[in-house]
């Protein structure tokens, strides 16, 4: 407890490593690393250090930026057993969520690890399919009421949306129970709760670092009851956060206990019937050798994690990706035709959707250039030396090709300045362009052999605390289901569907099915208002001069105009599979006179 108050008072080989300037000894870098507007800190790391500097914590406590590709795969994977994860997050975790994956450390991780992993596999994710496709179509109806009586777009706040629609997403496939039927203009309790997680964590940052230094004074449910005392209106409000999810995750677990004790029949009467991955991880979990098997608090805190980690993830990152589509229509307007074309009205199975092309390249990039969280913390159990992929040049002039790291020393993962490293991606590392991914990527970001478990991008990690949903968030989307357009224009337009190139890996992103129905009923453009975006453990958006999450855009249906060959009769829309009769001449097309459906 005493060790990381003694370094101040220590010399130490991180005192030659170049950093930036310290501006308080009480709160050294942190708070910079910490505010909610610390993108240009980040930044300024990014481009002014070449993967590594030297940080100071509270009180003069030293601390390391990382985002150097070879010491970042020391850290995550090679010795992950000795830069484990900050006690701040461990225990705070244990507070939040209970001893769920975010919450435990070695052997315990591990054995959850274990019975968990089976329950993402890709067989499970496709089960899933028919659930996604559901939730999907009543998010599209739920705007479409919204807006289908206005000529004129309509301010729609998105990440309103997207939150509810993620959480139903997870609750039906993921815990087979449905949260929000996205009928009514307000989310749910748990909804809000969740969507509220981030701001709150982000008014008590400094705060958190102290839990280390509390006493374990009795079970995990007194503790948080002595939350109750303290004084902070963030503490507070965390705290009623907190019990919301508590309480709901209980309700749950109970009742699937109840269906798989009673039987199969009325398991499958069950939201999901019994294809959720609760469902399956309490049969996984009867089923196990005694020494594998999970008590009921671990199973529990496995619903709260999941439920807040993969909503506030999923919901933030389709919000960015609409955001950006809507600043850029051309952008907008390529994808969509992509998606179109591929349809012909009819459903997307999974070997289409994977051929998009542009689609996975927008998803890539929004991964790559906003992951939504920027920095996770390690910290080391031992001395160890940690390797550069490039010499840097410390203070005293000498050429550093590693770094002696002592004991209790606190490493930032940059994980943001990695995905925006311009010595691997290029002078143009912090532009979206989606098509840099249409093509080979270049031998800076292959060579690098970044450390993440996807696509070379450390958005979701790497090693053995990798995100676990990532199969989930991936959902190897095997269909889409895509609804016709409303109207028909009679002006002719066309859009050329991108030169297909093949696709690297299927993309790991559940955030596609929601897109391609988003975009084939509706348009988007930016609000009259400015969006800024939080820095936090997950980035948020608010108005500007707001506290609370939101992203209003403006949405319309979309109008598409049929694409036809002049020298023809008889031609295929591309938004929907049918046929128009129309008349030609030799300075325009006519009005569509007639529709029939093909035979």
């Known amino acids: 407890m005493l060790a990381p108050l003694l370094q101040v008072f220590v010399k130490s080989p991180l005192d030659n490593i170049p950093g930036p300037p310290v501006h308080s000894f009480l709160y050294g870098n942190l708070r910079q690393i910490l505010d909610k507007d610390g993108w240009g800190f980040l930044q300024h790391l990014t481009e002014s250090y070449p993967g590594v500097a030297k940080l100071s914590g509270p009180l003069g406590h030293r601390m390391l930026y990382v985002f150097d590709p070879t010491a970042l795969h020391s850290i995550i994977v090679k010795d992950q057993h000795i830069f484990e994860e900050a006690a701040f997050f461990i225990k705070s975790n ?55 009586d206005h000529a004129a777009p309509v301010e729609v706040d998105m990440i309103a949306w997207m939150g509810r629609t993620a959480l139903e997403l997870i609750g039906q496939a993921g815990l087979g129970y449905s949260f929000d039927s996205l009928v009514a203009d307000t989310p749910d309790a748990l909804g809000t709760a969740i969507k509220a997680f981030q701001p709150t964590i982000s008014k008590i940052n400094i705060f958190r670092r102290l839990v280390p230094y509390i006493l374990d004074i009795g079970p995990v449910s007194f503790r948080r009851a002595l939350l109750g005392f303290i004084p902070h209106n963030g503490v507070q409000e965390l705290k009623h956060i907190i019990d919301t999810m508590h309480d709901q995750s209980v309700e749950i677990f109970q009742a699937k ?4 004790e009673q039987g199969d029949e009325a398991v499958v009467r069950q939201i999901g019937e019994g294809k959720d991955i609760m469902s399956i991880l309490l049969r996984a979990n009867m089923a196990a050798a005694e020494e594998d098997k999970l008590p009921e608090d671990e199973l529990i805190a496995q619903m709260s994690t999941f439920i807040l980690a993969a909503m506030d993830t999923t919901s933030n990152a389709l919000a960015i990706v609409l955001q950006l589509l809507a600043e850029r229509p051309d952008a907008q307007e390529r994808l969509r035709s992509e998606i179109l074309d591929a349809s012909k009205g009819e459903d997307l199975e999974y070997d289409a959707l994977v051929s998009l092309p542009y689609l996975d390249a927008v998803c890539r990039e929004t991964l790559r250039l906003h992951a939504p969280v920027a920095t996770v913390f390690r910290e080391t159990r031992q001395d160890v030396v940690l390797p550069l992929s490039e010499p840097i040049t410390g203070l005293d002039g000498r050429t550093l090709h590693e770094i002696p790291v002592p004991a209790d020393t606190t490493v930032a993962v940059g994980l943001l300045s990695s995905n925006r490293n311009t010595a691997l991606w290029g002078p143009d590392a ?32 790497g090693g053995g605390r990798a995100c676990i949903g990532f199969k989930f968030s991936q959902l190897e989307m095997s269909e889409c289901r895509l609804p016709p357009p409303h109207t028909i224009h009679s002006r002719i337009t066309h859009h050329p569907r991108p030169h297909p190139r093949p696709r690297p890996t299927a993309s790991p992103w559940l955030a596609e099915v929601v897109l391609c129905m988003l975009l084939a009923r509706f348009t988007f453009a ?21 506290s609370k999450p939101s992203m209003p855009l403006k949405v319309a249906l979309y109008k598409p105009a049929p694409t036809c060959r002049r020298d023809s009769f008889r031609f295929r829309c591309r938004s929907y599979a049918s046929v128009y009769i129309i008349t030609t001449s030799s300075t325009y097309i006519s009005h569509v006179v007639l529709r029939v459906p093909l035979a």
């Open 526 to 546: 930016p609000a009259d208002k400015r969006i800024i975006w939080n820095l936090s453990g997950v980035r948020f958006p608010t108005v500007a001069g707001g």
């Open 257 to 260: 206990k109840r269906a798989l």
């Open 94 to 148: 244990m507070l939040h969520f209970g001893p769920g994956l975010l919450a435990t450390l070695g052997d315990r991780h591990r054995k959850q690890r274990k019975l968990l992993n089976p329950v993402f596999s890709i067989a499970h994710m496709r089960r899933m399919i028919p659930i996604f496709n559901t939730v999907a179509h009543r998010l599209t109806e739920a705007i479409e009421t919204r807006v289908s």
């Open 430 to 461: 912090l532009e979206w362009k989606p098509e840099r991914w249409l093509a080979p990527l270049p031998e800076s970001v292959t060579g690098a052999k970044v450390p993440g478990v996807y696509s070379n991008l450390m958005t979701f990690l």
